[in-house]
């Protein structure tokens, strides 16, 4: 099993919809997850921490199952300017960053 | 700075060559790590920096590459006798803290013809 695994789409959503794409990671003593944009032929770029009891920072939900040891990432009232790949980033006990290979999504006019 | 910076932005060299790639991290961030990127494709783990404690260099590919950290600020990766499989974007990142997001440069995109 790979340490961190995501569906590498496309995701092809029309402008306005919600859209949601999973992470899994092998490791359960990762300490900590974070979401990554990357826009074609640039650096990934912060999107937001997942935190266990979950977050919102306007359209975008995160959640984490520790149990079920996946992450979530929910796009809601989606704008053509969401289209991007987005990263799943897991940071294990021993302080190294393990990034999965991306979604990508497409946001159709 | 306010961000990470690399050089040079582009880099087309010819094949056997030795390139040296720069990084420069935040001011203050103990964590470094160089990732490489060819086109549509994942990210790909090179080396880790962390303070003072010795690098992890698991991710390197091959005996040509290496990296260093001089005084825990600048970072240089060195490939010794580049291959054309060695094209990509070369990514370098830095983090204050366990916990923190990194950031990243814009990369280096390295052309071996």
């Known amino acids: 099993r790979k340490e961190v695994e995501q569906d590498p789409g496309p995701f092809n959503v029309p402008e306005g919809a919600t859209v949601a794409f999973n992470c899994t990671y092998s490791?359960?003593?990762?300490?900590?997850f974070f979401w990554y944009r990357q826009d074609c032929r640039k650096e990934p770029k912060l999107l937001m921490s997942?935190?266990?009891s979950g977050n919102e920072d306007g359209r975008f939900t995160a959640q984490l199952n520790r149990a079920s040891q996946y992450i979530s990432l929910l796009i809601r009232d989606s704008k053509l300017s969401d289209s991007a790949t987005y990263l799943c980033?897991?940071?294990?006990?021993?302080?190294?960053?393990?990034f999965g290979k991306g979604t990508r999504l497409h946001i159709l006019p | 700075g306010a961000g990470v910076s690399q050089s040079p932005s582009n880099k087309v060299t010819e094949k056997g060559k030795d390139v040296e790639l720069r990084c420069d991290p935040i001011?203050?961030?103990?964590?470094l790590y160089w990732y490489r990127q060819s086109l549509g494709q994942g990210l790909e783990f090179l080396i880790y920096?962390?303070?003072?404690?010795?690098?992890?260099k698991s991710g390197l590919p091959s005996d040509r590459f290496s990296a260093e950290r001089t005084g825990g600020s600048v970072s240089t990766l060195t490939i010794q006798r580049t291959q054309q499989e060695d094209s990509a974007v070369y990514l370098c990142?830095?983090?204050?803290?366990?916990?923190?997001?990194?950031?990243f440069g814009p990369g280096t995109r390295l052309t071996v013809l």
């Open positions: 990142a830095s983090s204050l803290a366990l916990r923190g997001g990194w950031v």
């Open positions: 490791n359960s003593a990762s300490q900590s």
């Open positions: 997942v935190y266990s």
């Open positions: 980033v897991v940071n294990n006990r021993d302080d190294k960053i393990i």
């Open positions: 001011s203050g961030h103990t964590a």
């Open positions: 920096f962390q303070g003072n404690s010795a690098p992890d």
